[in-house]
């Protein structure tokens, strides 16, 4: 089996496929065999139809199931004997089927990226800290307070730190304009 590798563009590669016509005809040729021992035609008996019958009558589609398997496994013995990690499946194109000749293809696939680690006893690692007072906690705690709070109706006018439901309309030049206004809307100050 001949192999080679190209690399097209990044990840990327090429890999050509060249596997010698005698170990695909042999496997044809074997399969057919162990085929005419089951077959059944019309005028033969059950195994005892002619190897030059049954060639020319399923020869053809044997030898497309030969040839598919032995391209699947050839691109799996490229792959191990070129030390190749494919990141996927691979797109394989048959370049020669021919009866006779060498089965080639091409198989074009991704392989994973080479990572090289740097050497980790020479990095530095600066431990960073935080001081945390009481004063940086009670800030915190007011924050949580005034965002999770409730609200009770009141019969009072308002006050700092109230919240209030307001209708109102806003006008420009004398008229309403979109967006411009709300019933019910709510409006909190804390400040």
């Known amino acids: 089996m001949q192999v080679s590798v190209e690399t097209t563009q990044g990840l990327e590669r090429k890999m050509t496929v060249a596997v010698p016509s005698e170990k695909v005809e042999s496997a ?13 035609l019309n005028g033969f008996r059950k ?28 691109y799996y013995e490229a792959i191990d004997q070129e030390s190749l990690k494919p990141a996927g499946q691979p797109n394989i194109a048959p ?3 021919d009866e006779g000749k060498d089965l080639e293809f091409v198989a074009t696939f991704q392989v994973y990226p080479e990572i090289t680690l740097p050497d980790f006893s020479t ?15 009670d800030e915190m705690v007011e924050s949580l307070r005034k965002q999770k709070q409730s609200w009770e109706v009141c019969d009072r006018a308002a006050a700092s730190e109230d919240r209030v ?5 806003g006008r420009r030049g004398g008229e309403d304009f979109e967006g411009g206004s709300a019933q019910g809307a709510n409006l909190a100050s804390w400040f």
């Open 28 to 40: 044809v040729n074997t399969r057919l065999q162990e085929a005419a021992r089951n077959v059944k």
């Open 47 to 74: 195994g005892k139809v002619p190897y030059k019958v049954i060639k020319s009558k399923f020869g053809a589609g044997v030898r497309q199931e030969v040839v598919g398997e032995m391209m699947s496994q050839s």
């Open 95 to 97: 370049k020669n089927l």
């Open 123 to 137: 990095i530095k690692v600066q431990r960073l800290g935080a001081e945390i007072s009481e004063a940086d906690i």
């Open 165 to 169: 439901n307001i209708d109102y309309a």
